[in-house]
């Protein structure tokens, strides 16, 4: 009597397996890219925090804010501006690069340290007038 020995995989396995990988797919691809956009975040609010050092020194030496450094070296994510700072106010805020997946994204930091988070267009993301919103659907 002859046996036969079955090598593979028949159809119902691998629709199986095809469905699981899809089910993790779509469980693990959103919270991939959740977790990227507060990693660049980190560099916006990084930089901000530095400009506000920086004038607090400037200001600390020379009672004035107009005339501190206000580049940020090797930005990514985000480019940076303050506008043209007076004697006793300033005010910079960090702009998202569209091409790095955050168009949309702005903080801003002033000289008294009032921080807020403004997204335009961004679904799911809370703008703020109080604080740094780092995390999709946080508040503060």
């Known amino acids: 009597m002859l046996k036969y020995q079955i090598q593979g ?5 691998l629709l199986v397996a095809i469905a699981i990988i899809g089910i993790l797919s779509a469980i693990a691809i959103p919270q991939y890219f959740a977790y990227t956009i ?9 930089g901000l925090s530095e400009l506000r050092l920086r004038a607090e020194r400037f200001f600390s030496d020379n009672r004035t804010y107009v005339g501190f450094n206000t580049t940020i070296a090797n930005a ?5 501006a303050c506008t043209t700072p007076s ?17 949309g994204f702005a903080y801003t930091i002033n ?11 961004v679904s799911g993301w809370n703008n703020s007038t109080t604080c740094w919103v780092t995390k999709k659907g946080e508040t503060c």
Do not use: D, Q, W
């Open 9 to 13: 995989f028949n159809l119902i396995e």
């Open 38 to 46: 507060r990693g660049k975040i980190s560099e916006a609010t990084a």
């Open 76 to 80: 990514r994510n985000f480019t940076y």
């Open 87 to 103: 004697a006793t106010e300033f005010t910079c805020t960090a702009t998202g690069v569209a091409g790095a997946g955050l168009g």
């Open 111 to 121: 000289h008294a340290n009032v921080r807020t988070s403004t997204f335009t267009g």
